[in-house]
């Protein structure tokens, strides 16, 4: 299957600090990503929805000045959280889609980010 | 906004026993997704269902896309210790600006017993 690669797996950083998350098609194009947020025993999250060279589509109630998205290439899409604080510590995971099948192919999702706000 | 209810919520099995979980939602989805995360990773995709009353196998499980567009079963036969995660059920309803976009059920908690 295709392969999505998200970096860093872990990070801690401090209170009021920004971080940049990275997702990585490795062997395909990816026309769409999508960020999402897990806390612990819970379902995942959609945070918002990237089309390369576009804006970013943001959820309700997901603040686009504080989780910027940047998909720049059919291949790359960031997502950074700016100020972070305690309350931004969760999961993080990306998944990738690309052009096809019914409806387009599949998502597959990178292995997640264990941020962490001190 | 659409919603999943998957039931059951947790479950604790002894080896080689069969497992049966399900999603239903109040709206129609026009593709099921049955995917498994193990802890701390992103989910891995188990089996697709495209087409109502689609019923599909990947070895020991299988996944029915239910007929009037609005639930899902995945089934997992003679359970072995790996079987253990987090399993997710989410639909996707195709087309306009829903395009792509999954919507996940709250998952259930697969604990195998040796």
């Known amino acids: 299957g295709a392969v999505v690669s998200q970096h860093p797996s872990r990070v801690i950083c401090k209170s009021g600090t920004s971080v940049k998350i990275e997702c990585r098609s490795l062997?395909?194009?990816?026309?769409?990503m999508f960020w999402y947020r897990q806390f612990p025993k819970q379902s995942l999250m959609l945070m918002a929805t990237?089309?390369?060279?576009?804006?970013?589509?943001?959820e309700q109630g997901v603040e686009k000045d504080k989780f910027l998205i940047n998909h720049a290439s059919l291949t790359l899409s960031t997502l950074t959280v700016t100020s972070a604080h305690p309350e931004d510590s969760s999961f993080y995971i990306c998944s990738a889609s690309g052009v096809g099948g019914a409806g387009g192919t599949e998502a597959f999702f990178g292995q997640g980010t264990r941020l962490t706000v001190v | 906004g659409q919603q999943l209810n998957q039931s059951p919520q947790s479950m604790f099995i002894q080896e080689g026993e069969d497992v049966s979980m399900n999603c239903t939602s109040s709206s129609i989805f026009n593709t099921w997704l049955w995917y498994k995360q193990d802890p701390g990773e992103g989910p891995v995709l188990l089996i697709a269902l495209y087409k109502a009353g689609e019923l599909t196998s990947n070895g020991r499980l299988t996944a029915q896309f239910g007929i009037t567009r609005k639930d899902s079963f995945l089934n997992i036969s003679a359970s072995i210790p790996s079987d253990v995660g987090i399993y997710f059920c989410a639909g996707r309803v195709s087309g306009g600006t829903s395009y792509g976009k999954l919507t996940f059920g709250q998952g259930t908690i697969l604990t195998v017993h040796p």
């Open positions: 062997d395909f194009q990816a026309t769409t």
């Open positions: 990237s089309n390369e060279g576009s804006k970013a589509t943001y």
